[in-house]
């Protein structure tokens, strides 16, 4: 283990599989999983400030404003779970969402390690998004067909009610496809042009892609 902390971020459209590597991942790198969207979600289920205005967005498939997410996300950093780094999923989604973490690391005397950068057709995530299922309880993804749980409808994990986002309709999720490419993607070239990203070929069988993200952090374990 190396006593540096250790910064990652999962890149990737909507349903490129973040959510579901990063479970597997934040085990290898030993540090928690911060998604903004679950971030979110939690806070639209519990009915604070904060989700009732990102519901707006999140409804039509639009990105939250910068300065709400950035606190966010933040403020989730510098709890002390995160002392030995983070793993993000879904954040930065803009440069200045990603100039914000940059100093916030720089701050602490801290960077980023790598940026794996997860890509898969954009057809190919239409049809995987139809599928997808989450547990109410604590965001567990699953897939109709990719990835089953035990029990139909019931999450493997806590046993928590499997549901379908509203914004996993097809429509909202071709408008979130679109704001990827016009507002997310120039953060592969922000992050290549540093020397840390590393692209991970996401079309593949589930165990495949987290051999290929755990072989591109390997120097960042003991
Ligand atoms: P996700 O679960 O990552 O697909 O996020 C669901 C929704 O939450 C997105 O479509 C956005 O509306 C919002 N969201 C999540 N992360 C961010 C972010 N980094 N910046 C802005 N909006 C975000």
Redesign the pocket.
């Known amino acids: 283990m190396t006593t540096e902390p250790t910064y990652v971020i999962l890149l990737g459209p909507?349903?490129s599989g973040?959510?579901t590597q990063a479970a597997r991942l934040k085990e290898y790198l030993s540090v928690p999983h911060i998604?903004?969207?679950?971030?979110?979600?939690y806070n639209l289920k519990n009915e604070t400030a904060l989700g009732l205005k990102?519901k707006e967005?999140?409804?039509?498939?639009?990105?939250?404003?910068?300065d709400?997410?950035i606190g966010m996300?933040l403020d989730r950093l510098s709890r002390p779970d995160c002392e030995d780094g983070a793993l993000f999923?879904?954040?930065?989604?803009?440069l200045p969402?990603a100039q914000a973490l940059d100093e916030a690391l720089a701050e602490q005397g801290e960077k980023l390690d790598r940026v794996l950068n997860i890509q898969v057709p954009d057809e190919e995530l239409v049809e995987r998004v139809s599928g997808r299922r989450i547990c109410r309880t604590c965001g567990e993804p699953y897939h109709i067909k990719y990835k089953k749980p035990e029990k139909g409808g019931i999450c493997d994990l806590d046993g928590g009610e499997l549901y379908q986002?509203e914004?996993d309709k097809p429509e909202?999720v071709r408008k979130?496809i679109k704001?990827y490419w016009e507002q997310t993607s120039p953060l592969i070239d922000y992050y290549r042009e540093k020397g840390i990203l590393r692209d991970i070929d996401g079309d593949q069988p589930i165990d495949e892609v987290t051999e290929a993200l755990k072989e591109a952090v390997s120097d960042l374990v003991d």
């Open positions: 909507p349903a973040k959510g998604a903004s969207g679950d971030l979110f979600r990102a967005y999140m409804d039509r498939g639009a990105l939250v404003p910068d709400i997410t996300v999923d879904g954040f930065p989604r803009t969402q986002r914004d909202t979130r704001v």
